[in-house]
């Protein structure tokens, strides 16, 4: 596992949920710092008491992914997977600085993927989310319907159009 080193990015880019029995509770919306992270000294002020979605978390970049210049600081991209519940896994890449997501590579491996069949979504530092569908495959009534109520704007590959 690599180190954060002076990344603090997720830190900023993702929202965080707190889930309890009451329910999911937003804490910190997409796209603002966390009044928690202390840039000068890059570290987490609550360390180690942080919370579980925190403490849990690594980018694929921290988990392995490409070579140095693919760490989020530098690419101004941050990539992870959505996991959760029943909904189809998808790519998420996070805007991590504004203009990132319309790099050539980002484009190139939109293409792949999408062909491979799997979703992938862009997270903007606005808090928009685009989910990108596969042509082939189905996406459900229930789960379209979330995502439009979340705000989320869904498209088909191949129209990619951004
Ligand atoms: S984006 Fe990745 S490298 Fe940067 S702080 Fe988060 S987990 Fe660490
Ligand atoms: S609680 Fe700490 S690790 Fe979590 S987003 Fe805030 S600064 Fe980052």
Request: aromatic share 10%.
């Amino acid at each position: 596992m690599r180190e954060c080193g002076d990344c603090t990015l997720c830190c900023l880019t993702h929202h965080i949920w707190e889930m309890s029995r009451a329910g999911k509770k937003l804490i910190k919306p997409a796209g603002v710092w966390c009044e928690h992270c202390d840039n000068i000294n890059h570290r987490c002020t609550l360390y180690p008491n942080h919370n579980i979605v925190c403490r849990t978390y690594n980018c694929e970049w921290r988990e392995g992914f490409g070579d140095e210049s693919f760490k989020p600081t530098k690419s101004g991209l941050i990539l992870d997977w959505h996991r959760t519940g029943s909904a189809t896994p998808r790519l998420q890449i996070w805007e991590a600085r504004e203009g990132a997501l319309t790099s050539a590579w980002v484009k190139r491996e939109t293409d792949i993927l999408l062909r491979s069949r799997v979703f992938v979504a862009y997270m903007y530092l606005s808090g928009k989310m685009i989910l990108f569908v596969p042509r082939w495959v189905q996406l459900s009534d229930e789960a379209s319907q979330v995502y439009l109520r979340e705000g989320t704007e869904i498209k088909t590959y191949p129209a990619i159009d951004i």
